[in-house]
């Protein structure tokens, strides 16, 4: 069985974090192992507090995961302070991680900033050199490009300002825009789209979290980045196209289906 750990926060409401990546790595028929970085109060309507793990518990959290059950993947989402982020970059590379997807979760659905000021440029110096692709939406890729995105051609700019800070494959998802929901892969100066339809629920609640796990899955079972981006999608199309509706706000999706086999 092929094991995946996912290293982010945690949401009480099931729909995002450390509960959706569980529930993707599951429905891929693998392990799931959790690093918890944060603990958060938040439910489909928002995002209400945060509480940050010790630098030294998430320290002791990777060692015992690694030191027992290594695994063949890891999906990297919410990491809000400089010192976590150090901790995590060093404990990956002292024990040769491989297949590494960062989710750089910087704001809610909600729009509740979810990161320090001070960690965005950590993410870029630490965890940016380790990673094998990170998948920004529109928001975060206009805060980690500085360009501001409307349309297809700026989701192109942005990625190419990325990519002078990082090397590997940088997805670009497309489905904040008003009149498209296609994704943006740029790797190696070359990019690819992946077309996408606009699917008409308003429930997409940890969206980000399921596709960068998923994502994560594909990797562990040896697919190239493009392929296990293309599986991504059809599974989270297939989560949005279920129509679950849960809770007052932008619910979640319904992890549970038979896409994958």
Partial sequence: MKKVLSIAGSD??????????????????????????????QNTTGVFSVVESSPELVAKQLDAVFTDIFPDSVKIGMVSN???IKIIANKLKYYNAKNIVLDPVMVST??????????????????????????????EAEILSEVFIKDEEDMLKSARKISENFHGAILIKGG??????????????????FKGQKINNPNTHGTGCTLS??????????????????????????????????GKGSGPINHYNNIIS
């Fill in 82 to 84: 400089t010192e976590i």
């Fill in 12 to 41: 009480c409401s099931g729909g995002a974090g450390i509960q959706a990546d569980i529930k993707t790595i599951i429905m891929h028929k693998m392990y799931a192992m959790s690093v918890v970085t944060a603990i958060t109060a």
């Fill in 176 to 193: 904040h825009l008003k009149d498209s929901s296609n994704d943006l892969l740029y790797h190696g100066k070359k990019f690819h789209w």
């Fill in 110 to 139: 909600s729009r509740y900033k979810l990161i320090s000021e001070d960690a965005i440029q950590s993410i870029k110096d630490y965890l940016f050199p380790i990673s094998s692709v990170i998948t920004p939406n529109i928001c």
């Fill in 213 to 246: 796990s998923s994502i994560s899955c594909s990797l562990a079972n040896g697919y190239s980045i493009k392929s296990s981006i293309s599986n991504a999608k059809k599974y989270i199309n297939y989560c949005l196209k279920c129509m679950l509706n849960l």
